[in-house]
């Protein structure tokens, strides 16, 4: 199909309208203290996922989030023990890749072969993927060396069992 030279003009000049107009912004630069944090993360990855390091932003509020762009560590989390720290980087480093990983499938799925465990029935059946908390907490514990007791609201998350251990070590250390 052949777009004549008035209708190709009209194409660029909107074009040049939406993204000079700013519709689509680029990020904020980072602040220094988000950059030590993506500095700090970079130093927990191992060599071969290093390549995979995310933005990271600090938000207001006592919450983390992983996103397929980006991570959002609550402010709380800088005010505490620098292991809660880590342990927060690499959780949600573990959704981040997740995320990069399945984009055409459910979002944040654990990779194929990581040993599923049930919901337990007292988690609020509303919560969306109790395995992709699952893999976060593994996640972080593979690459912090310990394991950190997440909670969401009053429900903690699981531990890791043996299996999963060693499935994400091998998946992520190999």
């Known amino acids: ?24 912004p680029p990020p904020e630069p980072m602040t220094l203290e988000e950059q030590r944090l993506q500095t700090r993360l970079v130093q927990l990855l191992p060599d071969d996922w290093k390549y995979m390091v995310p933005r990271v932003e600090i938000i207001q ?18 005010r505490g023990d620098s292991r ?17 990983r ?13 040993p599923f465990t049930p919901k337990p029935p007292t988690f609020p059946q509303f919560y969306p993927n109790w395995n992709f908390e699952s893999w976060a907490v593994c996640v972080a514990a593979i690459l912090t ?21 060693q499935f994400t070590s091998q998946y992520l250390l190999g």
């Open 1 to 24: 199909m052949r777009i004549a030279p008035f209708g190709a003009a009209l194409v660029t000049l909107a074009f040049a309208l939406v993204v000079g107009a700013g519709c689509v």
């Open 61 to 78: 509020g006592d919450i983390s989030y992983a996103h397929p762009t980006h991570i959002e560590i609550g402010e709380w989390v800088l």
């Open 84 to 100: 809660v720290l880590d342990s927060t980087l690499a959780h949600e480093w573990g959704h981040y890749e997740a995320l990069q």
């Open 102 to 114: 399945n984009r055409l499938l459910y979002n944040g799925n654990p990779p194929a072969g990581f």
């Open 145 to 165: 060396g310990e394991e950190i007791a997440f909670r969401w609201g009053e429900h903690p998350y699981p531990l890791c069992t043996d299996r999963q251990q």
